[in-house]
């Protein structure tokens, strides 16, 4: 099997080898009638989250240092909630293979 990675909501996702089921994170980012060609979706999506990371570590909520997977609750769930704030939220599903 391939290398296995905790998902945001617990379960374990494999890379590599398929297998029977698996789970699948959809993004949802509603439209605005605000965007344009610089305020994208892409973008709100990449830069917020790097933003919050760093807001994060800048008021001592992320303490580990170096480049640092976002595979740990104590990073991603914060960051996760405030994305729901701005209008970004996910969908987790079990998908079978």
């Given at each position: ?39 994208t979706a ?44 701005h209008g ?10």
């Amino acid at each position: 099997m391939g290398e296995q990675y905790p998902s945001p909501v617990g379960r374990t996702i494999s890379m590599g080898s398929p297998t029977s089921s698996y789970s699948r994170s959809s993004g949802m980012e509603p439209g605005s009638p605000l965007q344009d060609q610089i305020h994208t979706a892409m973008a709100r999506t990449v830069g917020l989250p790097v933003a919050m990371a760093a807001k994060a570590v800048l008021n001592g909520r992320i303490s580990e240092r170096g480049v640092l997977l976002p595979v740990s609750p104590e990073i991603y769930e914060p960051i996760l909630d405030e994305l729901e704030e701005h209008g970004v939220t996910f969908r987790e599903e079990e998908v079978e293979a």
